[in-house]
């Protein structure tokens, strides 16, 4: 019988915790002066984001600029309220305490490496939905790459900003993907689903999920890359009116590398791959129906882009908008 995901997020919490690595020396005035910075500047990157994603929705009323800890703590509380929406009965007994331990201690060696260049992140499942601003990262990145610390920071807040508008605008999206994450947690891989996903070239997640399981997959990363790059495209649209060293921005964090080993293996988890390719999609739609029309992206789960569409947007217009 399946059973839920039991995770030790204290356990997950302290290994991270030692995983974060140096915090960026800095005098407590400059401490304060950053903090304030963020608040104000969240502020106006809400407006300006509704304003430039054309999205029928509101910014995020909590924003928490705070330190790696403090979204540490959070995420923490994200990944639990995530797993209770699985509805599969938990493990007993020492089942239980050794799945704990160990789903915990690869929560904490990815939050750990996630939580080092992290910039902001947006909360979705919290009642609050809170928006965080990593305010020791944000600082160390922009002394290490020398960016103006106002254009940085606004640039950065714009991004999240037009999450929290995404998610506000499109009620359905957070049950949508909420339910794909449920199949993919209650997805049973057989011997046969292996061998058709390793000949369709699914590289090492085709011993993780079926057939319906990569359906579902493929769905929940179809749509990151959308909340990703459309994030991007607002950030950038707005940018070039009230960001003066954008470009220098975009050029600084163009993601046209080559994925890693592990993305190889895991298109899946190819985060440097959403951001690029769905920041091209959103280019592409935006350049041939206007950025009114890409909104449309978030009126249904019928207007998200599929993967294939994202690579081909030319199939979406003509799908969505009658046009190619």
Known sequence: MQTRPSVDWRLAGRLAG????????????????????LHELAGRAGDL????????????????????????DGVSHLGAAMLATVDLPERTGWGRRASALGHGAAAGVGLGLVGRGLLGQFDPFSEQRPLYLIAPNIVDLERRRRFVPRDFRLWVAIHEQTHALQFSAAPWLLDHLSERLRLIARDEVGSADMVRNLAAGRGLSALFASQDGHRALDEVTAAMTLLEGHADYVADTAGRIHVKSVKRL????????????????????????????????CRAVARR????????????????????????????????????
């Open 250 to 281: 975009r050029r600084a964090f163009s993601r046209d590398g080559s994925p890693s080993r592990v993305a190889k293996l895991w298109p899946a988890i190819d985060k440097d791959a959403q951001y690029r390719d769905g920041l091209a999609f």
């Open 18 to 37: 030692t995983l974060l690595g140096d915090l960026p020396e800095v005098t407590r005035p400059e401490a304060h002066q950053a903090v304030a910075s």
């Open 49 to 72: 984001a509704k304003r430039f994603s054309h999205l029928d929705g509101e910014p995020a009323a909590t924003v928490l600029v705070t330190d790696r800890q403090g979204w540490l």
């Open 289 to 324: 129906v206007g950025r009114r029309k890409l909104a449309r992206a978030f009126e249904s789960p019928e207007t998200l882009p599929t993967l294939p569409e994202i690579a081909q947007p030319r199939e979406y217009l003509r799908r969505v908008h009658g046009t190619a």
